[in-house]
Nanobody, 126 residues
Framework: EVQLVESGGGLVQAGGSLRLSCAAS????????IGWLRQAPGKEREGVSC????????SYADSVKGRFTISSDKAKNTVYLQMNSLKPEDTAVYYC???????????????????WGQGTQVTVSS
């Protein structure tokens, strides 16, 4: 069964940190790009950060550059998103998604990501 399971969300004060995890199973991890996307109420989905497991290339949205870091542990089939200096505007449901394609940037389109996790809530209080 193809599956992505996110964990690590929660409530944190502005300026704090969280690390999200995305555990993958049921497909060849090394052949896929993994992305973190988020959606806040009333806002469009945003591609936050993505990584290509084939060559390690990464991409970040301008809104998180310098604060978020994506990494991949191929031994554990897990992708992490380290989020530092969190802001209230980072509040959203964060989803990880997998794609056999890599375009070099983090698309927010559902067509690009055939595999999705269930999402994890991140709430940043001011």
């Amino acid at each position: 069964e193809v599956q992505l399971v996110e964990s690590g969300g929660g409530l944190v004060q502005a300026g704090g940190s969280l690390r999200l995890s995305c555990a993958a199973s049921g497909f060849t991890f090394d052949d896929y790009a993994i992305g973190w996307l988020r959606q806040a109420p009333g806002k469009e989905r945003e591609g936050v950060s993505c990584i290509s497991n084939s060559d390690g290339s990464t991409s970040y949205a301008d809104s998180v550059k310098g604060r978020f870091t994506i990494s991949s542990d191929k031994a554990k089939n897990t992708v992490y998103l380290q989020m530092n200096s969190l802001k209230p505007e980072d509040t959203a449901v964060y989803y990880c998604a997998a794609s056999p394609f890599w375009s070099g940037f983090c698309s927010s389109g559902s067509y690009y990501w055939p595999v999705w996790g269930q999402g994890t809530q991140v709430t940043v209080s001011s």
